[in-house]
């Protein structure tokens, strides 16, 4: 059993959709961030910069936190949408996610949502490197199918990213190789259950 501490955002969406894609069994135990629960000491014990993802995997009495940590240790496990002749690819469009496209699509939605009107140079930095990082993402697709070639948790960890299209007021449709790549991963099944973390029929926004 997988235990998933988690929260209803991007970060907490790719991992149901790859136990939805693994079919593994596991329960969701909420954690509160607009209550701050993510500060508290057993849920810091298990991530230290009371971050969430975190799984328990209970039959072998393993934590992991960080999400692209946990996508490689789910794919290591189930020998799923990990595969071991493409890992390097892999792990550089994982790792690409993790450290660039999460945290800049992030402070866009920080600077664009929350705090709009706040600082003109900090929504149009990130406007402007978001609008980067949908045409480097197109310009990616052009040539390959998926980010690393088949399908696998490059595309998992980026989809619920690109999934706040909505928000980003760039244009998904305007990005032909990108919209394909959406469109067709927002179709696979285990990706609308995973999508839809707390079960509240939540639906994957459209182009």
Known sequence: MIEVLTANTPNGKK???MLEEIKFKYKITKINIQKEEQFNPKFRALSPFSKIPVIIDHDNKTSLFESGAILMYLGEKSGKFYQEKNKHLINQWLMGQMAYIGPMLGQHHQFHHYNSGKSNWGEERYFKI????????????????????????????????????????????????LSRWYKEISKREAVIKGFDLLKRDEKIPSI
Do not use: M, V
Not at 142 to 154: M, P, R, T, V
């Open 130 to 177: 978001s609008k980067s990082i949908y045409k480097d993402l197109d310009e990616r697709l052009k040539n390959s199918k998926f980010l690393a070639g088949e399908y696998s948790i490059a595309d998992i960890a980026t989809f619920p990213w690109i999934a706040r299209h909505e928000w980003h007021d760039i244009g998904l449709k305007k990005f032909k190789n």
């Open 15 to 17: 991992i149901t959709i």
